[in-house]
Protein backbone atom coordinates (compact mmCIF):
# COMPACT_ATOMS: atom_id res chain seq x y z
CA UNK A 1 0.00 0.00 0.00
CA UNK A 2 1.26 3.60 -0.27
CA UNK A 3 1.26 6.36 1.71
CA UNK A 4 -2.08 5.90 4.07
CA UNK A 5 -4.31 8.95 4.70
CA UNK A 6 -5.28 7.14 8.14
CA UNK A 7 -3.06 4.38 10.36
CA UNK A 8 -3.50 2.96 13.36
CA UNK A 9 -1.08 0.82 14.98
CA UNK A 10 -1.10 -1.42 17.61
CA UNK A 11 -4.13 0.49 19.30
CA UNK A 12 -5.08 -0.41 22.58
CA UNK A 13 -8.31 1.13 24.57
CA UNK A 14 -8.94 -0.24 28.10
CA UNK A 15 -11.56 0.39 29.88
CA UNK A 16 -10.63 0.25 33.92
CA UNK A 17 -13.61 -1.11 35.53
CA UNK A 18 -14.13 -1.91 39.22
CA UNK A 19 -14.23 -5.62 37.94
CA UNK A 20 -11.51 -5.47 36.14
CA UNK A 21 -9.64 -4.40 33.30
CA UNK A 22 -11.82 -4.71 30.08
CA UNK A 23 -9.36 -4.24 27.06
CA UNK A 24 -11.55 -3.48 23.92
CA UNK A 25 -9.83 -2.49 21.50
CA UNK A 26 -6.10 -4.82 21.97
CA UNK A 27 -3.26 -4.47 19.65
CA UNK A 28 -5.90 -3.61 16.38
CA UNK A 29 -3.86 -2.28 13.27
CA UNK A 30 -5.66 -0.46 10.40
CA UNK A 31 -4.76 1.33 7.55
CA UNK A 32 -7.00 3.53 5.08
CA UNK A 33 -5.84 4.97 2.30
CA UNK A 34 -7.31 8.47 0.55
CA UNK A 35 -10.82 8.30 -1.25
CA UNK A 36 -10.70 3.89 -0.02
CA UNK A 37 -13.84 2.56 1.02
CA UNK A 38 -12.49 -0.10 4.10
CA UNK A 39 -14.98 -2.12 6.10
CA UNK A 40 -14.94 -3.45 9.80
CA UNK A 41 -17.13 -6.57 10.54
CA UNK A 42 -17.83 -8.43 13.52
CA UNK A 43 -20.47 -8.95 16.15
CA UNK A 44 -21.84 -6.91 18.77
CA UNK A 45 -19.23 -6.23 21.67
CA UNK A 46 -16.40 -7.02 19.20
CA UNK A 47 -14.66 -3.43 19.79
CA UNK A 48 -15.71 -1.97 16.47
CA UNK A 49 -17.16 1.16 17.85
CA UNK A 50 -14.41 1.35 20.34
CA UNK A 51 -12.12 1.50 17.85
CA UNK A 52 -13.49 4.64 15.90
CA UNK A 53 -14.49 6.58 19.73
CA UNK A 54 -10.62 5.75 20.17
CA UNK A 55 -9.94 7.63 17.12
CA UNK A 56 -12.48 10.59 17.22
CA UNK A 57 -11.48 11.30 20.80
CA UNK A 58 -14.83 10.56 22.16
CA UNK A 59 -13.91 7.87 24.95
CA UNK A 60 -15.72 8.53 28.23
CA UNK A 61 -14.78 7.54 31.65
CA UNK A 62 -13.59 4.83 33.02
CA UNK A 63 -12.43 4.09 28.69
CA UNK A 64 -8.33 5.47 27.59
CA UNK A 65 -6.40 4.89 25.39
CA UNK A 66 -3.29 3.71 26.64
CA UNK A 67 -1.17 2.24 23.71
CA UNK A 68 -0.54 2.30 19.97
CA UNK A 69 -0.72 5.10 17.73
CA UNK A 70 -3.39 7.12 15.40
CA UNK A 71 -1.79 8.72 12.49
CA UNK A 72 -3.88 10.89 10.14
CA UNK A 73 -2.66 12.76 7.35
CA UNK A 74 0.90 12.81 8.78
CA UNK A 75 -0.36 13.87 12.14
CA UNK A 76 -0.14 11.95 15.24
CA UNK A 77 -3.72 12.68 16.99
CA UNK A 78 -2.68 10.55 20.42
CA UNK A 79 0.29 13.72 20.69
CA UNK A 80 -2.70 16.44 20.09
CA UNK A 81 -3.67 18.86 22.63
CA UNK A 82 -7.86 18.28 22.88
CA UNK A 83 -8.02 21.72 21.45
CA UNK A 84 -6.11 20.84 17.95
CA UNK A 85 -7.97 17.50 17.84
CA UNK A 86 -11.30 19.26 18.07
CA UNK A 87 -10.46 21.24 15.31
CA UNK A 88 -10.07 17.93 13.31
CA UNK A 89 -13.20 16.51 14.32
CA UNK A 90 -15.95 17.36 12.41
CA UNK A 91 -14.07 19.17 9.82
CA UNK A 92 -11.14 16.76 8.17
CA UNK A 93 -12.53 13.56 9.78
CA UNK A 94 -16.73 13.16 10.81
CA UNK A 95 -18.55 10.46 11.70
CA UNK A 96 -21.98 9.25 11.35
CA UNK A 97 -23.49 7.70 14.59
CA UNK A 98 -25.79 4.61 14.38
CA UNK A 99 -29.06 6.10 16.00
CA UNK A 100 -29.92 9.53 14.44
CA UNK A 101 -32.74 10.22 16.52
CA UNK A 102 -30.64 9.89 19.66
CA UNK A 103 -27.86 11.93 17.91
CA UNK A 104 -29.22 14.60 17.25
CA UNK A 105 -30.94 17.36 19.54
CA UNK A 106 -35.07 16.76 20.01
CA UNK A 107 -35.15 20.46 20.42
CA UNK A 108 -32.98 22.25 17.99
CA UNK A 109 -34.26 22.18 14.34
CA UNK A 110 -32.22 19.91 12.10
CA UNK A 111 -31.13 22.70 9.74
CA UNK A 112 -29.69 24.71 12.78
CA UNK A 113 -27.95 21.63 13.68
CA UNK A 114 -26.12 21.00 10.91
CA UNK A 115 -25.56 25.28 10.66
CA UNK A 116 -23.87 24.98 13.57
CA UNK A 117 -21.49 22.04 12.74
CA UNK A 118 -20.67 24.17 9.55
CA UNK A 119 -19.87 27.53 11.51
CA UNK A 120 -17.43 26.05 13.78
CA UNK A 121 -15.11 24.89 11.29
CA UNK A 122 -15.89 28.33 9.33
CA UNK A 123 -15.18 31.13 11.60
CA UNK A 124 -15.41 33.44 8.42
CA UNK A 125 -18.75 32.17 6.99
CA UNK A 126 -21.86 34.50 7.96
CA UNK A 127 -25.21 32.52 9.09
CA UNK A 128 -26.72 32.85 5.83
CA UNK A 129 -24.02 31.72 4.06
CA UNK A 130 -24.36 28.76 6.45
CA UNK A 131 -27.86 28.22 5.90
CA UNK A 132 -27.29 28.43 1.92
CA UNK A 133 -24.69 26.15 2.27
CA UNK A 134 -26.81 23.61 4.39
CA UNK A 135 -30.09 23.74 2.24
CA UNK A 136 -27.38 23.18 -0.54
CA UNK A 137 -26.24 19.46 0.81
CA UNK A 138 -29.97 18.52 1.95
CA UNK A 139 -30.62 18.61 -1.47
CA UNK A 140 -27.65 16.88 -2.45
CA UNK A 141 -28.24 13.86 0.08
CA UNK A 142 -31.99 13.61 -1.30
CA UNK A 143 -34.05 15.56 1.14
CA UNK A 144 -37.05 16.59 -0.22
CA UNK A 145 -37.98 20.31 0.34
CA UNK A 146 -34.95 21.48 1.57
CA UNK A 147 -35.79 24.58 2.76
CA UNK A 148 -38.60 23.77 4.58
CA UNK A 149 -37.09 20.92 6.28
CA UNK A 150 -34.07 22.64 7.35
CA UNK A 151 -36.62 24.16 9.93
CA UNK A 152 -38.16 20.94 10.77
CA UNK A 153 -36.91 18.77 14.37
CA UNK A 154 -35.75 15.47 14.24
CA UNK A 155 -39.64 13.95 15.65
CA UNK A 156 -41.10 15.57 12.18
CA UNK A 157 -38.52 13.68 10.12
CA UNK A 158 -39.02 9.92 8.85
CA UNK A 159 -35.76 7.04 10.50
CA UNK A 160 -34.52 7.71 6.19
CA UNK A 161 -34.85 11.15 6.40
CA UNK A 162 -32.60 11.91 9.65
CA UNK A 163 -30.11 9.77 8.50
CA UNK A 164 -29.67 11.76 5.39
CA UNK A 165 -29.70 14.66 7.83
CA UNK A 166 -26.93 13.04 9.61
CA UNK A 167 -25.01 12.17 6.47
CA UNK A 168 -25.49 16.33 5.47
CA UNK A 169 -24.09 17.26 8.66
CA UNK A 170 -20.87 14.89 8.17
CA UNK A 171 -20.05 15.64 5.01
CA UNK A 172 -20.79 19.35 5.00
CA UNK A 173 -17.07 20.19 5.95
CA UNK A 174 -15.98 18.14 3.07
CA UNK A 175 -14.27 15.37 5.63
CA UNK A 176 -10.79 13.46 4.14
CA UNK A 177 -12.41 10.53 6.32
CA UNK A 178 -15.78 9.96 7.21
CA UNK A 179 -16.43 6.77 9.91
CA UNK A 180 -20.18 5.33 9.08
CA UNK A 181 -20.70 3.04 12.47
CA UNK A 182 -24.14 0.86 11.08
CA UNK A 183 -25.58 3.93 8.83
CA UNK A 184 -28.21 1.83 7.74
CA UNK A 185 -29.35 0.31 11.22
CA UNK A 186 -32.90 0.10 11.35
CA UNK A 187 -33.91 1.30 8.31
CA UNK A 188 -35.36 -0.94 5.24
CA UNK A 189 -33.70 -2.53 2.66
CA UNK A 190 -35.20 0.47 0.10
CA UNK A 191 -34.02 3.07 2.29
CA UNK A 192 -30.46 1.29 3.14
CA UNK A 193 -29.79 0.74 -0.80
CA UNK A 194 -30.62 4.79 -0.82
CA UNK A 195 -28.45 5.39 1.85
CA UNK A 196 -25.95 3.45 0.60
CA UNK A 197 -25.92 4.42 -3.26
CA UNK A 198 -26.09 8.05 -1.43
CA UNK A 199 -22.75 7.82 0.51
CA UNK A 200 -21.23 5.94 -2.59
CA UNK A 201 -21.78 8.89 -5.16
CA UNK A 202 -20.67 11.64 -2.30
CA UNK A 203 -17.53 9.53 -1.94
CA UNK A 204 -16.87 9.27 -5.55
CA UNK A 205 -17.38 13.26 -6.26
CA UNK A 206 -15.45 14.26 -3.28
CA UNK A 207 -12.95 11.60 -2.91
CA UNK A 208 -13.32 10.61 0.44
CA UNK A 209 -12.39 7.92 2.51
CA UNK A 210 -15.05 5.90 4.31
CA UNK A 211 -14.59 3.48 7.19
CA UNK A 212 -17.70 1.78 7.42
CA UNK A 213 -18.77 -0.22 10.92
CA UNK A 214 -21.09 -2.60 10.67
CA UNK A 215 -22.11 -6.55 11.24
CA UNK A 216 -23.67 -6.75 7.61
CA UNK A 217 -21.45 -8.58 5.23
CA UNK A 218 -24.07 -7.06 1.93
CA UNK A 219 -23.09 -4.22 3.28
CA UNK A 220 -19.54 -4.63 2.83
CA UNK A 221 -19.76 -6.57 -0.29
CA UNK A 222 -21.87 -3.36 -1.82
CA UNK A 223 -20.00 -0.45 -0.37
CA UNK A 224 -16.06 -1.51 0.39
CA UNK A 225 -12.83 -2.47 -1.03
CA UNK A 226 -11.06 -4.08 1.67
CA UNK A 227 -12.11 -5.50 5.14
CA UNK A 228 -11.17 -6.14 8.20
CA UNK A 229 -13.01 -8.80 10.69
CA UNK A 230 -12.69 -8.05 14.20
CA UNK A 231 -13.54 -10.38 17.43
CA UNK A 232 -13.17 -10.16 21.06
CA UNK A 233 -10.80 -6.69 20.15
CA UNK A 234 -8.65 -8.14 17.88
CA UNK A 235 -8.37 -8.37 14.14
CA UNK A 236 -9.28 -11.81 12.96
CA UNK A 237 -8.44 -11.23 9.10
CA UNK A 238 -8.08 -8.71 6.40
CA UNK A 239 -7.76 -8.49 2.96
CA UNK A 240 -9.39 -7.25 -0.12
CA UNK A 241 -13.12 -7.89 0.23
CA UNK A 242 -12.91 -9.76 -3.70
CA UNK A 243 -9.82 -11.73 -2.05
CA UNK A 244 -12.13 -12.50 1.72
CA UNK A 245 -15.36 -13.26 0.31
CA UNK A 246 -13.38 -15.56 -2.77
CA UNK A 247 -11.13 -17.42 -0.38
CA UNK A 248 -11.87 -16.59 3.06
CA UNK A 249 -9.25 -17.86 5.67
CA UNK A 250 -10.32 -17.49 9.21
CA UNK A 251 -13.06 -20.04 11.11
CA UNK A 252 -14.84 -16.67 12.47
CA UNK A 253 -15.07 -14.95 9.24
CA UNK A 254 -16.07 -18.56 7.65
CA UNK A 255 -19.29 -18.50 10.73
CA UNK A 256 -20.01 -14.95 9.46
CA UNK A 257 -20.28 -15.64 5.96
CA UNK A 258 -22.21 -18.96 6.32
CA UNK A 259 -24.59 -16.98 8.80
CA UNK A 260 -26.17 -14.85 5.90
CA UNK A 261 -29.58 -15.71 5.05
CA UNK A 262 -29.52 -17.48 1.62
CA UNK A 263 -33.20 -17.10 0.72
CA UNK A 264 -32.70 -19.61 -2.37
CA UNK A 265 -31.34 -22.43 0.42
CA UNK A 266 -33.27 -25.09 2.03
CA UNK A 267 -30.81 -25.72 4.49
CA UNK A 268 -32.02 -24.30 8.37
CA UNK A 269 -29.85 -20.92 8.81
CA UNK A 270 -26.54 -21.26 10.10
CA UNK A 271 -25.61 -19.99 13.84
CA UNK A 272 -21.92 -19.62 14.82
CA UNK A 273 -21.92 -21.94 18.17
CA UNK A 274 -21.89 -19.88 21.66
CA UNK A 275 -21.04 -15.91 22.47
CA UNK A 276 -18.65 -13.62 22.32
CA UNK A 277 -16.50 -13.47 25.42
CA UNK A 278 -16.53 -11.43 28.11
CA UNK A 279 -13.86 -8.91 27.73
CA UNK A 280 -13.50 -9.02 31.86
CA UNK A 281 -12.69 -13.40 31.22
CA UNK A 282 -11.46 -14.09 27.88
CA UNK A 283 -10.48 -17.42 26.93
CA UNK A 284 -6.69 -18.68 27.03
CA UNK A 285 -5.25 -18.99 23.92
CA UNK A 286 -7.35 -18.15 21.09
CA UNK A 287 -10.04 -15.86 21.99
CA UNK A 288 -12.35 -17.75 19.08
CA UNK A 289 -10.89 -21.16 19.97
CA UNK A 290 -13.77 -22.01 22.33
CA UNK A 291 -16.57 -21.57 19.01
CA UNK A 292 -14.27 -23.06 16.89
CA UNK A 293 -14.92 -25.69 14.85
CA UNK A 294 -11.14 -26.42 13.53
CA UNK A 295 -9.56 -25.39 17.19
CA UNK A 296 -6.60 -27.76 18.15
CA UNK A 297 -5.03 -28.43 21.80
CA UNK A 298 -2.27 -25.47 20.73
CA UNK A 299 -5.27 -23.26 20.05
CA UNK A 300 -6.49 -23.56 23.81
CA UNK A 301 -2.71 -23.01 25.01
CA UNK A 302 -0.99 -20.20 22.93
CA UNK A 303 -2.23 -16.89 20.71
CA UNK A 304 -1.93 -16.68 17.63
CA UNK A 305 0.00 -13.89 15.68
CA UNK A 306 -0.72 -12.66 12.41
CA UNK A 307 -0.21 -14.92 9.34
CA UNK A 308 0.21 -14.25 5.93
CA UNK A 309 -2.28 -16.65 4.13
CA UNK A 310 -1.80 -15.52 0.52
CA UNK A 311 0.04 -12.11 -0.87
CA UNK A 312 -1.71 -8.88 1.17
CA UNK A 313 -4.32 -11.51 2.87
CA UNK A 314 -4.18 -11.70 6.82
CA UNK A 315 -5.55 -14.27 9.31
CA UNK A 316 -4.80 -14.58 13.08
CA UNK A 317 -4.68 -18.51 12.78
CA UNK A 318 -2.61 -21.29 13.72
CA UNK A 319 -4.27 -23.24 10.14
CA UNK A 320 -1.95 -20.84 8.43
CA UNK A 321 1.57 -21.72 10.83
CA UNK A 322 4.03 -22.05 8.16
CA UNK A 323 5.13 -25.24 7.57
CA UNK A 324 2.34 -26.60 9.20
CA UNK A 325 0.01 -27.31 6.37
CA UNK A 326 -3.22 -27.81 7.65
CA UNK A 327 -5.98 -27.38 5.50
CA UNK A 328 -8.37 -24.54 5.31
CA UNK A 329 -11.49 -23.76 6.46
Excluded: W
Excluded at 14 to 22: E, I, N, S
Excluded at 276 to 291: A, E, Q
Excluded at 292 to 319: D, K, V, W
Amino acid sequence: MGDALLQIEDLHTTFYTRDGLVRAVDGVSIEIEAGESVGIVGESGCGKSMTAMSLMGLLKKPGKVDGGSIVFDGQELLAMTAKDRRKLMGNRISMIFQEPMTSLNPVITVGRQVREALLLHNKGMSRSQAKERVIQMFQLVGIPDAPKRYGEYPHQLSGGLRQRVMIAMAMVCDPGLLIADEPTTALDVTIEAQILRLMKDLQEDKGTAVMMITHNLGVVAQFCTRLYVMYAGKVMESGTVREIFKHVCHPYTDGLMRSVPDMKSKERLYNIRGMVPSMLHLPKGCRFCPRCQYSMARCFEEEPQIYEASPGHFARCFLFDQGKGEKRP
